[in-house]
């Protein structure tokens, strides 16, 4: 086993060309097709035969050329062959091109609204092609952009990559066994790590490794990246459910009037709060909003079933970091297993200089291999290691199984806030049979600010809180009983009560905000204040707060400054 010290023989290793980086076209090209099929071998596969033809070695030419040698790569791509194809290509679209659809998505709806605007079209409520312009035309420029961003801009913006598929020869026997001994010094040598999460990530020993590695070599153990192959999916769907949502709600909207129905509950709310302009403002705004929940109970199933996949696989991840055992790894190729046992015991022995370790080599073979009960302590460091400080910051990053980011909920109500958001606009209303003066305004300027401020904080502050209400709903609903039947009924009317309550919360705002707009003094504006107050709190609850539960304090000591922390996070390459 040879020691490769930075920079003399690590250098080798790059003037001989074997370390290549890739580039996201070429991993995006053909739909991921690049994630088709795994590895042919590893270490010990490489090693066992040469019996390959010339036709079929250069087979595997092309797309190793597709490379180019380097010195070191911004992501080196951590993940498993067992798992499908398209999630990992919609996982790389995610990473690669989810913040290009969202600035894409903002330019072409601003774009369409001042062209509306410029055209001089008076009427835009009411008009057919109001909800293809403002909502579906956004919605599939960001699901083009979601999948082809870096085919559009060029891959301007795009870090350079490492993935074992491209950057190690699949057919060049003797090539690619020296490529996969020197897979550790290609860890080290990258700026962060990308690991593609499935349900048997922790159970693959090469995984196990390049983790290991990553983390002992890393400038910050902040470069390592989760990305669960669950992820992208579940957002993609979620937002093409809002969709449907909204889509339903257009529908009702065009040829329903409930205007009477709307009376007659302001009657209602007069008869208990006493009759009153305030309370008939109050009252008729928040009616105008609460009912279109309806709209969205015909998701409420596939929602359920969706959220039900979701928390699955987020409780799998972290059960599976809780019991995490090196010594159960599994390998194609048991011939690896010692060398790559040796690697991360190495890594993770106390007082371990800097260099980076090939596992599989020839040279220094005089080298004394640590005593075994060293070896175990090492390797039961690296247990404490994920069992402990890596699954905490897990949780402190995306969560446990009834969370979800907030920037996620603001992406999956994407369709909604680009049909919501033509309310704020100067020519939503203009000439309309809702003008200025039906909702009790002076002027289309005023109503516009006051529409504005409502349908920002109701965006902002109501609509996000569906998701985790509906994840602490299912969450009790798993302890009420075994039976499947039972669970998916309670599972459905959860789902409806999670979107009832989202929009109750908006129409408390669009109500308190016309109350206060249409007739100010300072004691509304308290009550005002401390309503929202609330909705923020409510939203901290779910989403600002983190648990940290780091367990076993056995920690390993990383390479780095001293304020150095192991973190988690999910980053997006989008051009920033």
Known sequence: MVRLRHPGSAQVLCDQGLFRATSALQILSGLGKVFAEGLTGVIGAAQASDALGTMEAAAGDTPFMGTEPVNQVEVFISHTWGSARWQKYMSMCYFLNLGLAVKATAIVWLLAITSLALSQVSILCGQEYLFPIITELPLLVFFMFFFFGQHFCGQLWAPSFWLDKLCIHQTKEELKAQQVAALPVFVARSSRMLVLWDDSYFERLWCNMEMATFAKYSESPEKMEFLPLWLAPWLLS??????????????????????????????????????????????????????????????????????????????????????????????????????????????????????????????????????????????????????????????????????????????????????????????AFAECFSSAKTFGFSSRLDMCICFGLAFVLAQLLAYPVTFPVLLHLLHKVERVSEAFSIRLLLGVIASGFAYAYAFFCSGIIWGATFVLWQRFTPGRLVAYILVIAILVLQLWFFFGRRRRAFGSCRCVEYKGGEDSKPFLAVHCYDGA
Not at 281 to 296: A, G, K, R
Not at 298 to 310: D, E, G, M, Q
Not at 316 to 328: G, H, I, S, V, W
């Open 238 to 427: 979620s937002m093409l459910l809002d969709l449907l949502g909204v889509t339903l709600l257009r529908l009702t909207e065009t040829f329903l009037t409930s205007e009477e129905h709307v009376e007659v509950a302001i009657k209602y709310g007069e008869m208990l709060f006493g009759e009153s302009y305030e309370v008939s403002v109050f009252c008729h705004s928040f009616l105008e909003v609460f009912p279109d929940f309806v709209c969205y109970l015909p998701v409420a199933l596939p929602t359920l079933l969706s959220f039900r996949n979701k928390i699955q696989a987020h409780k799998l991840m972290l059960e599976q970091m809780a019991t995490f055992e090196f010594r159960n790894a599994k390998c194609s190729v048991e011939a690896d297993r010692p060398l790559v046992e040796e690697q991360i015991a190495l890594h993770f022995q106390p007082d371990q200089d800097t260099e980076v370790i090939v596992a599989g080599s020839s040279e220094n073979a005089e080298q004394e291999v640590e005593p075994r009960a060293l070896r175990a302590e090492s390797l039961e460091r690296f247990n404490n290691y994920v069992q402990g400080p890596l699954r905490a910051v897990v949780l402190d990053c995306i969560g446990d199984t009834h969370d979800v980011p907030l920037y996620l909920c603001y992406l999956c109500f994407l369709p909604m806030t680009t049909y919501n958001a033509v309310t704020v606009s100067p020519v």
